[in-house]
């Protein structure tokens, strides 16, 4: 596997998605913690929200970024379950993993749309993918802390600890 598949989805810089949200409840992933401004569930499903838009753009579908920061997360009402969400990102994680693997792909340059009134910029394929690395590092990063403070680290199959 290659550096960065394994970033993507084995413990790389950090633990692998699947054991950072390995064990987390329903309840657990919606707890709202005093100060944090998003829950477990909020994270994943931004995550999973900008994945998507990652994987649109290097296919070559040219799906526009939010308006605000704040439509790139679950609005209030969002219905959709902890396991449905945690599907839907690995299955998501797992193409982009595709992507990362295929060597003849990873120069393709890609068009990522801008801000309206910004120049559309363009990037490779590869590019794009650590892009993506490093917004789930991130962001998974929020979750593991979310999960210290709620006493729900580390996950029963280990995970990084210091």
């Given at each position: 596997?290659?550096?960065?598949?394994?970033?993507?989805?084995?413990?790389?810089?950090?633990?692998?998605?699947?054991?950072?949200?390995?064990?987390?409840?329903?309840?657990?992933?919606?707890?709202?913690?005093?100060?944090?401004?998003?829950?477990?569930?909020?994270?994943v499903?931004?995550?999973?929200?900008?994945?998507?838009?990652?994987?649109?753009?290097?296919?070559?579908?040219?799906?526009?970024?939010?308006?605000?920061?704040?439509?790139?997360?679950?609005?209030?009402?969002?219905?959709?379950?902890?396991?449905?969400?945690?599907?839907?990102?690995?299955?998501?994680?797992?193409?982009?993993?595709?992507?990362?693997?295929?060597?003849?792909?990873?120069?393709t340059?890609?068009?990522?749309?801008?801000?309206?009134g910004?120049?559309?910029?363009?990037?490779?394929?590869?590019?794009?993918?650590?892009?993506?690395?490093?917004?789930?590092?991130?962001?998974?990063?929020?979750?593991?802390?979310?999960?210290?403070?709620?006493?729900?680290?580390?996950?029963?199959?280990?995970?990084?600890?210091?």
């Amino acid at each position: 596997m290659k550096e960065l598949e394994r970033a993507l989805i084995a413990d790389s810089a950090a633990a692998s998605p699947s054991h950072i949200l390995e064990g987390l409840t329903e309840e657990a992933a919606h707890r709202q913690i005093a100060g944090a401004p998003h829950t477990i569930f909020g994270e994943v499903w931004h995550v999973t929200f900008w994945q998507q838009v990652t994987l649109d753009w290097v296919r070559g579908i040219e799906t526009p970024i939010p308006a605000h920061a704040s439509d790139g997360f679950p609005a209030a009402d969002e219905a959709e379950t902890w396991e449905a969400l945690r599907t839907r990102f690995f299955q998501g994680l797992d193409e982009a993993a595709a992507v990362a693997r295929d060597e003849g792909t990873l120069d393709t340059q890609v068009r990522c749309p801008s801000l309206p009134g910004k120049p559309v910029r363009v990037m490779t394929a590869r590019e794009q993918i650590e892009s993506l690395v490093a917004h789930n590092a991130y962001h998974f990063g929020r979750v593991v802390l979310l999960r210290q403070i709620m006493g729900l680290w580390p996950p029963s199959s280990g995970g990084f600890t210091w």
